[in-house]
C-alpha cells in the first residue's frame, strides 16, 4: 500500500482529500505545517506529496524547494491561484504537476494515479537506456554522462525518456506532454517549456554538454540528437 503525504493548513481540506484518496488504496498522512511535513519526508516512505501553496509560516513553493534539496518524492502543488506565473512558478521550485482549487475526485485520483502508475511498469523493463555516453537509469530516475551524474524528477526523466529512446525524431510539445503527464485533464502545453528549461538549467550546472543533445526546434517542440 503506498503512502501520500497530504500538506495543507485547512484540516477539512486534509481530511476531505483523504476520504477522495483511501478508496483507492492509499494511506495518508497528514500534517499542517510545512516544516513538518519536510521532517516526515527525512522519516518515512512516502510515495507523493500533495502540498498546498498558500500556507503560514513556510509557503508550498518553499517547502518545495527544501525537499528537493534531499528527495525526488513526486510533488503536486495544491493552489487557489490559477494565475500562470504562480503556476510556473510551482513548476520551477521542483514540483511534478498542479492541481487549482477547487478540483473534484476524479481529476485528484486521475492526477495522483498517473504519477504513481508508472514505477511498477519501468520494474518490468531493463533498467539501463544507454545512448552514447549518456545512459539512463530507470531504478535510479538519474542520467549520467561519462563520470558526471544528476538525479531528475520524474517529469524531466520521462521527458529525456521519451527523446533519448528516439534519437533523431522531433517531438511536439504535445507528445512530451502525453509522454510525461498520461492523462487526459487539461495541462498548459507551456508547461513542456517550462520543465526543458528546468532541466536544461539543472544539467549545465552539473556540467553536462546539454546543448549540444537536447535542442530546440523553433515552430514543433523539441528533439534529442
Not at 518545495?64 to 502543488?77: A, D, H
Not at 485528484?108 to 533498467?127: D, F, H, I, M, Y
Not at 554522462?145 to 520521462?158: A, I, P, R, W
Amino acid at each position: 500500500m503506498r503512502t501520500i503525504l497530504l500538506v495543507d493548513d485547512e484540516q477539512r481540506m486534509l481530511d476531505l482529500i483523504e476520504l477522495f484518496l483511501i478508496p483507492q488504496g492509499f494511506t495518508c498522512i497528514k500534517e499542517t505545517s510545512g516544516k513538518k511535513a519536510i521532517e516526515i519526508i527525512k522519516k518515512e516512505k512516502v510515495s507523493l506529496v500533495l502540498l498546498d501553496v498558500m500556507m503560514p509560516d513556510m509557503n508550498g513553493w518553499e517547502v518545495c524547494e527544501k525537499i528537493r534539496e534531499f528527495s525526488e518524492v513526486p510533488i503536486i502543488m495544491l493552489t487557489a491561484r490559477a494565475e500562470k506565473p504562480d503556476l510556473v512558478k510551482g513548476l520551477d521550485t521542483g514540483a511534478d504537476d498542479y492541481i487549482t482549487k477547487p478540483f473534484d475526485e476524479r481529476e485528484l485520483t486521475a492526477r495522483v494515479n498517473a504519477l504513481l502508475r508508472r514505477v511498477p511498469a519501468e520494474e518490468k523493463e531493463l533498467s539501463l537506456i544507454v545512448n552514447g555516453d549518456f545512459t539512463l537509469n530507470r531504478e535510479t530516475y538519474s542520467l549520467q554522462c561519462k563520470d558526471l551524474k544528476v538525479q531528475l524528477t520524474l517529469k524531466e526523466f520521462c521527458i529525456i525518456e521519451a527523446m533519448i529512446t528516439r534519437p533523431q525524431k522531433t517531438f511536439t510539445r504535445e507528445e512530451l506532454l502525453q509522454a510525461a503527464w498520461d492523462y487526459n485533464t487539461y495541462t498548459d502545453i507551456r508547461t513542456v517549456d517550462s520543465h526543458i528549461r528546468n532541466l536544461r538549467d539543472k544539467l549545465k550546472t552539473t556540467g553536462f554538454p546539454i546543448e549540444e543533445f537536447l535542442k530546440t526546434v523553433w515552430g514543433i517542440g523539441y528533439k534529442w540528437s
